[in-house]
């Protein structure tokens, strides 16, 4: 097992005017994702506090304006699916309903309405919703692997959960998509998980989840057979993963891993909700049965904004240098997030 969870901490030197400029040492510290080696920078509070946040302003301007995803309106503005994808139009399953993305960014692009209501708070979110809305996307990536496989190789099933996250609607709804190659990150992830299985024999995500709940420093709990872990080198604040192991495909999750991912995802969407994260963004990642050593998993980050009503999360180290950061560190983060919302 070669996991190496690298860290460096970083001394600044400056003159301090609170303290009659002497000279004071700053540590910063950073550190490198074991798999891919991309640098995450963690500033040094130990918790990140922020104001609690009220959606009921937006929610209400919003229900002012025209919604296509609510009820009343949906049949008649939302696309339909041709027929080799869905002869029905549309994928419903439960409450949610697959339609295409009006505006597709990929060769394979849908938007998965996760309900009929036009708001959700986080703690409405529950599990039938989730297992409805990821099977509703599952279903389409299915089926448009089955006309066109080359076309849609590599898909992914995506949650932004209010506007902080980018979202650019109040009602809850999951993007999907699908094209001949991964997502750049996605794409990391795939070819370093094949260069672990290669160079070790061994699959990169099983001796994580198994050194991770070892150390039990970041390792937070289980849901059936979803691994929970903060992230080593975080891609944003407060970053969770659920590593689903022996699952790899869009055709390997059951209704059960589903109902277990969504198990453990409300735990952590909680934990947000009890720290005034009021925002995030979540992903499934999957590959191909062809793609040696990947498992498939969830990711989730809080999505805030240090001002109230305006201003952002992301700076230019995400945007123009690559390098993400967190204010809350991961360790604190495991043991909270464990402490609140799992093994109750
Ligand atoms: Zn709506």
């Not at 937006?58 to 699916?81: I, L, R």
């Not at 991964?182 to 995500?205: E, G, H, M, Q, V």
């Not at 059936?224 to 970053?239: C, D, I, N, T, Y």
């Not at 059960?256 to 005034?276: P, T």
Request: charged content about 20%; aromatic content about 10%.
């Amino acid at each position: 097992m070669t996991i190496v969870f690298s860290r460096t901490e970083n001394e600044s030197v400056y003159l301090d005017p609170r303290n009659n400029f002497e000279p004071q040492t700053v540590i910063s510290k950073t550190r490198r994702d074991p798999l891919t080696g991309q640098i995450s920078r963690i500033f040094p509070f130990r918790k990140l506090m922020l104001h609690q946040h009220d959606w009921t302003p937006f929610v209400e301007e919003s229900k002012q304006k025209f919604c296509p995803f609510c009820p009343e309106v949906m049949e008649q503005v939302t696309p339909k699916f041709p027929a080799p994808i869905a002869p029905e139009g549309r994928i419903r399953v439960g409450n949610a309903v697959t339609v295409p993305n009006l505006n597709p960014y990929e060769k394979y692009a849908a938007v998965v309405i996760m309900t009929d209501r036009h708001y959700v708070p986080m703690n409405a979110i529950d599990t039938q919703l989730i297992v409805d809305s990821f099977r509703a996307g599952l279903t389409y990536l299915q089926r448009a692997a089955a006309i066109d496989p080359d076309g849609a190789r590599y898909g992914s099933i995506n949650w932004n959960y209010m506007p902080y996250s980018g979202g650019s609607l109040i009602h809850p709804h999951l993007q999907v998509l699908a094209g001949p190659e991964p997502c750049t990150f996605d794409n990391r992830l795939i070819t370093a998980s094949a260069k672990y299985a290669r160079d070790n024999s061994s699959n990169y995500w099983t001796d994580l989840v198994q050194k991770e709940a070892v150390s039990n420093e970041r390792y937070i709990g289980k849901t059936g057979r979803v691994h929970w872990l903060s992230a080593f080198a975080p891609r944003h604040v407060g970053e969770v993963l659920g590593i689903m192991p022996g699952r790899k495909t869009i055709d390997d999750i059951t209704d059960q891993d589903l109902s277990e991912m969504a198990a453990g995802l409300q735990n952590v969407i909680k934990y947000y909700e009890s720290g005034n994260i009021a925002s995030f963004n979540a992903a499934l990642y999957l590959a191909r049965q062809e793609d040696e050593g990947f498992t498939a998993h969830l990711r989730i980050v809080g999505r805030f904004t240090i001002f109230p009503l305006a201003g952002s999360d992301i700076t230019h180290m995400q945007i123009l240098h690559d390098d993400p950061w967190s204010v809350i560190m991961p360790e604190v983060l495991a043991e909270d997030i464990k402490k609140m919302h799992f093994n109750q």
